[in-house]
């Protein structure tokens, strides 16, 4: 992953921006896929509804505003996710397939639904996940130790201090430094 301090949500809107949106493909096709596959449809069919997913995003993102105040990328993205399933489903309407889950399509649609919070919880682990997997390879092992066993651990910053030998303050750097690049790589996809 690239450093940059300019947030992946900004990257994509420019169509030309290939880094951008490969990095964008790879973070989102195995959440989308996930999903697809609970509202149970068939796997011939996933692969081709995450890449409906993926191109309306593609069209719609040079005319996305993130504001937060009007919502999260998150959820917008679930909307597309849920109207590309129900698209599915009126298409496929007279050919028989296996039973569908209206019911993780309703609740996907429904941003206050347990279904919804589910889908926002593991969004933001999934997003989480490959961010610290992406930004891992920037830092010395010490660093990241020390990052990753008080923020990811929980463990009191003097105790790591002391078990890796070095100042406390460098603790809280190390922290800092991980924390500001993994807050610029967030940008829009976390809230």
Same mark, same amino acid.
Do not use: C, K
């Given at each position: 992953?690239?450093?940059?301090?300019?947030?992946?949500?900004?990257?994509?809107?420019?169509?030309?921006?290939?880094?951008?949106?490969?990095?964008? #493909?790879?973070?989102?096709?195995?959440?989308? +896929? $996930?999903? @697809?596959? =609970?509202?149970?449809?068939?796997?011939? *069919?996933?692969?081709?509804?995450?890449?409906?997913?993926?191109?309306?995003?593609?069209?719609?993102?040079?005319?996305?505003?993130?504001?937060?105040?009007?919502?999260?990328?998150?959820?917008?993205?679930?909307?597309?996710?849920?109207?590309?399933?129900?698209?599915?489903?009126?298409?496929?309407?007279?050919?028989?397939?296996?039973?569908?889950?209206?019911? #993780?399509?309703?609740?996907?649609?429904?941003? +206050? $639904?347990? @279904?919804? =919070?589910?889908?926002?919880?593991?969004? *933001?682990?999934?997003?989480?996940?490959?961010?610290?997997?992406?930004?891992?390879?920037?830092?010395?092992?010490?660093?990241?130790?020390?990052?990753?066993?008080?923020?990811?651990?929980?463990?009191?910053?003097?105790?790591?201090?002391?078990?890796?030998?070095?100042?406390?303050?460098?603790?809280?750097?190390?922290?800092?430094?991980?924390?500001?690049?993994?807050?610029?790589?967030?940008?829009?996809?976390?809230?």
């Amino acid at each position: 992953m690239s450093e940059t301090s300019t947030g992946l949500l900004l990257r994509v809107r420019d169509s030309a921006d290939h880094a951008a949106w490969s990095r964008l #493909v790879t973070l989102y096709s195995p959440l989308l +896929a $996930s999903w @697809i596959r =609970r509202a149970r449809v068939p796997s011939q *069919d996933a692969a081709d509804l995450v890449q409906e997913v993926l191109l309306a995003v593609a069209r719609e993102m040079p005319a996305f505003e993130y504001d937060r105040s009007r919502g999260s990328f998150r959820g917008w993205l679930r909307t597309i996710l849920t109207n590309r399933v129900r698209n599915y489903l009126r298409a496929r309407r007279t050919t028989p397939v296996e039973p569908l889950d209206n019911d #993780v399509l309703e609740g996907l649609a429904d941003p +206050a $639904s347990e @279904i919804s =919070r589910s889908w926002d919880e593991e969004h *933001d682990r999934h997003v989480l996940a490959r961010l610290l997997e992406a930004v891992r390879p920037g830092f010395g092992d010490g660093v990241w130790q020390a990052f990753a066993r008080v923020v990811l651990d929980g463990e009191r910053a003097a105790a790591v201090a002391a078990d890796l030998g070095v100042s406390i303050d460098s603790v809280y750097q190390a922290r800092s430094r991980v924390m500001a690049r993994l807050r610029r790589q967030a940008a829009g996809l976390l809230d």
